[in-house]
């Protein structure tokens, strides 16, 4: 199915296509919150179960990637399968959501950039991840020390925060140029 008539001039195409990213965008913008979200509570989660530490080396868990695939790591450590996978899926989940973060900014100042509001706090969001990678990481080499472990949730915060100003100004920025009904 085309979009674009035979009389549609190239100015008229690009306007339209420019119209159509915004509703994407809001839905990626979406969908990376959520996913910060749930990564917040599954670390929230880890640290509720004192499975902080159950994968004591970073960025490996003792010294694989995977330490499911080796059964006997597993079964030797000091900690439950359960707090292991707690952690595991924690830094795994912290990955994706890292990337959707970069996806979220570089899609914004390819099509939002004159709406400044979404590309500054989609920026702000990617500034802060690099941060809360290494403040995760010094989470478990310095064994949980209280400072570490609260500017983690703190930073946290500020990702949150920054994400969802991102996903209500490109909601709003959608609808301010929704075509009005014919
Ligand atoms: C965007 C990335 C990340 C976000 C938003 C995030 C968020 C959180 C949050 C909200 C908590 C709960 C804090 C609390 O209850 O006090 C937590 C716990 C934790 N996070 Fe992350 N995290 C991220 C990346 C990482 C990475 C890369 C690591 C690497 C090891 C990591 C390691 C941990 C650990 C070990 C805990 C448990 C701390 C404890 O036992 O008290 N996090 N994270």
Do not use: K, N
């Not at 195409?13 to 979406?30: K, T, V």
């Not at 030797?76 to 973060?101: C, D, K, N």
């Not at 809360?132 to 310095?142: A, E, F």
């Amino acid at each position: 199915m085309t979009e674009h008539s035979p009389t549609d001039t190239l100015v008229e195409q690009i306007e339209q296509r420019r119209r159509r990213i915004p509703f994407r965008y809001r839905h990626l913008a979406g969908f990376t919150l959520v996913c910060t979200y749930i990564l917040m509570l599954l670390g929230a989660y880890t640290s509720a179960i004192g499975a902080g530490l159950s994968c004591p080396d970073w960025p490996t868990c003792y010294g694989t990637v995977v330490p499911f695939l080796h059964p006997e790591i597993v079964a030797s450590a000091p900690y439950t399968a359960v707090q292991i996978f707690a952690e595991w899926a924690h830094r795994g989940l912290a990955m994706v959501t890292g990337l959707l973060i970069l996806g979220t900014t570089l899609a914004a100042w390819r099509s939002h950039r004159e709406h400044r509001l979404v590309v500054w706090s989609a920026t702000l969001a990617l500034g802060f991840l690099p941060v809360q990678v290494v403040l995760g990481g010094l989470t478990v080499t310095q064994s949980l020390r209280p400072a570490i472990v609260t500017s983690h949730l703190g930073v946290a915060i500020l990702i949150l925060l920054s994400l969802q100003t991102t996903t209500l100004a490109a909601w709003y920025d959608a609808r301010e140029h929704q075509s009005p009904p014919q």
